[in-house]
């Protein structure tokens, strides 16, 4: 039984290359065309593939249907909020979690520090999207027609002297955050906060969220918290994974630490 499962969802990525006859099915298979016709007329009656007029097989509208349901379904603060609290035990320091929603970026989820001194940020409450980390990482994986026309419209507070001056600055940082894949804000918003931050990816590889952790200068410098980095990161890419239901890498496999 587990081997015809197998076969059977080994038709569907087949399938997403374009669609492919009898035979081709059969040969990727490495079974008889009798037990692949067995396996897509199956597929067939659930609606997972579709057989064209010319006798091929392409994926079926409930595959479609059933992928959609799934996505609005996801919720990421509720994937998120364990790997975040791990996160704010092994550290001490606060935890945020936030969505771009209408052009605006707002934290939907937070862990407070175990420390005296702690940050005012409330969940609900739009980010400063000039200079906050988690929003760098969400508007720098917008199309760059959508960035620049939306730093065009943007107003600059010059909260600190760190903060972001100007539009041009602003594109230049988005720039560099969307290659290096993190993103930090050393005292933009308050002189006394600095925050690092990781992408929170779905499945095909577009950021959904973004993460941080944040700390007072009183608590740990901006080295210090620097160096909390490549924890993030990996933190990051385990809420990506179980929100997207892909593996993550093996061991061996994984990124040397920044």
């Not at 409450?125 to 943007?154: C, G, H, N």
Request: proline residues 6%.
């Amino acid at each position: 039984m587990s081997q015809t499962v197998d076969r059977a969802l080994s038709i569907l990525p087949l399938l997403a290359q374009g669609p492919a006859d009898l035979g081709q099915v059969a040969d990727r298979l490495g079974v008889h065309k009798s037990t692949a016709l067995r396996l897509l007329r199956t597929l067939h009656e659930h609606g997972l593939v579709y057989r064209q007029q010319d006798q091929r097989y392409r994926l079926g509208a409930r595959l479609f249907a059933l992928a959609q349901e799934a996505v609005e379904n996801l919720d990421v603060r509720e994937i998120a909020h364990p790997h975040l609290a791990a996160l704010n035990e092994r550290t001490g320091h606060t935890v945020h979690l936030a969505v771009h929603e209408d052009g605006e970026v707002l934290y939907i989820d937070k862990v407070e520090s175990r420390y005296p001194v702690r940050m005012y940020s409330r969940i609900g409450k739009p980010v400063a999207i000039t200079v906050a980390a988690v929003a760098k990482l969400l508007l720098a994986d917008l199309p760059e027609p959508e960035r620049r026309a939306l730093a065009a419209k943007l107003d600059y507070p010059r909260y600190t002297p760190r903060s972001t001056p100007d539009a041009a600055a602003f594109l230049q940082e988005l720039a560099t955050v969307r290659e290096q894949g993190w993103a930090t804000d050393l005292g933009g918003h308050e002189e006394s906060i600095n925050c690092v931050a990781a992408p929170i990816r779905g499945a095909d590889g577009r950021v959904v969220a973004a993460m941080s952790v944040s700390a007072p200068n009183v608590v740990v410098t901006a080295e210090e918290l620097l160096a909390l980095l490549p924890l993030v990161r990996r933190t990051a890419e385990a809420i990506s994974h179980d929100y997207s239901g892909t593996h993550p890498p093996k061991e061996s496999e994984e990124p040397a630490d920044d």
